[in-house]
């Protein structure tokens, strides 16, 4: 059970940090990370609320039981991450340096949560 809520707290860390500071600061996260920007700061801020919203789901799942729940985060992270690895082997993305190391962490951190998450259910028996 600790393994689990662990797991948690640790899923809804990245996922709230990621998610305030798109909320917050979309065009001044695009360019620090040296992603590609949209037209509009609306849809990283958006996009920023959904990683924030999710964040919480995980931080109430682990209190109480009541949120997104282990499974749900693997599947969102590892959809996530092989969508993102793909956008990188195969969108002929123009990235600078920063913006590449940036992503690709993301996509592995990403897959590699999932793949912890997976390890972890398996291994112990973590009811979703």
């Given at each position: ?17 990621l998610g305030a500071l798109l ?106």
């Amino acid at each position: 059970m600790k393994s689990k809520k662990l797991l948690l707290l640790i899923d809804a860390i990245i996922n709230l940090g990621l998610g305030a500071l798109l909320v917050f600061f979309p065009e001044g996260v695009v360019l620090a990370l040296g992603v590609p920007s949209a037209e509009s700061a609306f849809y990283p801020s958006i996009l920023g609320a959904v990683l924030f919203g999710i964040g919480l789901a995980l931080l109430l799942e682990r209190n109480s039981g009541n949120g997104l729940g282990l499974y749900g985060a693997v599947a969102i992270n590892l959809s996530g991450g092989l969508v993102l690895g793909l956008w990188l082997i195969f969108g002929g993305l123009q990235l600078p340096l920063r913006g590449e190391i940036f992503l690709w962490g993301l996509a592995i951190v990403l897959v590699g949560i999932s793949v912890v998450e997976i390890m972890a259910t398996q291994k112990v028996g973590i009811p979703g």
